[in-house]
């Protein structure tokens, strides 16, 4: 799968509730500290507008459903437990978080609006519970590259290769290839010499990495306990977006019901009890106002808009946007934007990519090279020499 984003936040900020809510998986919730011990991965979707629509043909979507012409396309995503004390010396989760973390492309930053005495935070202290969070990791990440550094350093600076050869060894051990080392590089200044990292370098490696290769997305939940006017008006000014998981997993229980038909409009059928129609009624009202995001919108603004990554759909037949067995538009890929014709030969197979001869636009029927940059919604077909 393309694309997997984890869910992280103080104890309690409700990442179990998001995680079900999202991926329809029941997994442990509970009102105190570290309910979850161990990181839960699972298949959430998001949609996209479907080209089947275009050629007036159904599709047969490998993996989700095409409803109404939209097309649900999967991702990943992880239930991060948090961080416990010593993470950073190795003791406790740190390795499990670091398994966790390290072959993510994205990181939702989950806060909690309330306090650890129940009460409300102020815009500045929401702001500083999620600086709290992402410091956290930050360090500790910084403590996981300086570990065993000298060692490492040395040998590496026995060779007279670029900076970026020489982290390869000690970067791939956490899921970071040379690629996302020379981002980061491009982005920040380091001493060439490795024996001469600080402390201050291992923590702006880490930042860098967690701005420019894992970027942390922060998302306020608990928006329906969020009673002040203020609060709500700043928090999306500040950047945020607002979410209620508690919400979003009544919603899921109730289609799950049958108490309403489609998770968009949560109007009740005939079915449900009154106790049912007032909840679901009280819920439809929160969302109404258009301050609370439902979480499917917050998770296609990530990855389209903030992430900016696009769909392609790859065929084999590019008049009938059919595979070799005749399925209409069976795959649709998440990329990023700027990938190429050839990174998504890549993406269907080694062999495709290695074999790349040219790629075909199944609209224009246009030939398009190996460097063509990919369109969202694009419908391609390779063709290569393993063909
Ligand atoms: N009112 C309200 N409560 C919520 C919301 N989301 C979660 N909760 C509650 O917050 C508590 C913690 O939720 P969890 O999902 O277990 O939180 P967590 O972040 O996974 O907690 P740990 O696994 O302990 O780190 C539970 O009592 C949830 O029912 C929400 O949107 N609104
Ligand atoms: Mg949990």
């Not at 799968?1 to 029941?26: D, H, V, Y």
Request: hydrophobic letters at 35%.
């Amino acid at each position: 799968m393309s694309l997997k984003i984890g869910i992280i936040g103080k104890p309690n900020s409700g990442k179990s509730t998001l995680f079900s809510a999202l991926t329809g998986t029941a997994v442990a919730i509970g009102n105190y500290p570290f309910t979850t011990t161990s990181t839960e991965v699972g298949v959430a979707y998001i949609t996209n507008k479907c080209p089947h629509l275009e050629i007036n043909v159904p599709c047969n979507p490998n993996y989700g459903r095409c409803l109404n012409g939209i097309r649900e396309i999967p991702i990943e995503i992880a239930d991060v437990p948090g961080l416990v004390e010593g993470a950073s010396q190795g003791k406790g989760m740190g390795n499990q978080f670091l398994d966790s973390v390290s072959d993510l492309n994205a990181i939702v930053n989950l806060v909690n609006p309330m306090g650890d005495d129940g009460k409300p935070l102020t815009p500045e202290g929401i702001e500083k519970a999620a600086s709290e969070t992402e410091n956290e990791i930050f360090t500790w990440f910084a403590s996981r590259i300086s570990r065993d550094w000298q060692r490492f350093a040395k040998k590496e600076d026995a060779t007279d290769s670029p900076l970026d050869e020489k982290l390869i060894t000690k970067m791939s051990f956490f899921g970071i290839n040379r690629e996302q080392i020379k981002i980061v590089l491009s982005r920040e200044s380091f001493p060439h010499a490795l024996s001469a990292w600080s402390e201050d370098d291992f923590m702006n490696f880490s930042r860098s990495v967690f701005k420019h290769i894992k970027p942390v997305i922060r998302v306020v939940n608990k928006g329906d306990l969020i009673h002040d006017v203020n609060t709500m008006e700043r928090l999306p000014e500040m950047g945020y977006s607002i979410i209620s998981a508690d919400y979003e997993l009544s919603i899921w229980k109730a289609l799950n019901h049958g108490l309403i038909d489609s998770p968009e409009s949560i109007k009740p059928k005939e079915n449900a009890s009154s106790a049912q129609k007032n909840a679901l009624s009280q819920i439809s009202s929160l969302f109404s106002s258009g301050k609370i995001l439902r979480i499917s919108s917050m998770f296609s603004r990530i990855i389209y808009d903030y992430l900016q990554y696009i769909v392609v759909y790859p065929v084999y037949d590019e008049s009938k946007w059919t595979d070799k067995k005749g399925k209409v538009l069976p795959d649709a890929f998440l990329m990023k934007h700027s990938s190429t014709a050839e990174d998504l030969a890549y993406m269907i197979h080694t062999d495709i990519g290695e074999g790349f001869i040219r790629a075909v636009d199944g609209r224009t029927r246009m030939i398009l090279g190996r460097n063509y940059e990919l369109k969202d919604r694009d419908v391609i077909r390779i063709v290569s020499k393993t063909k």
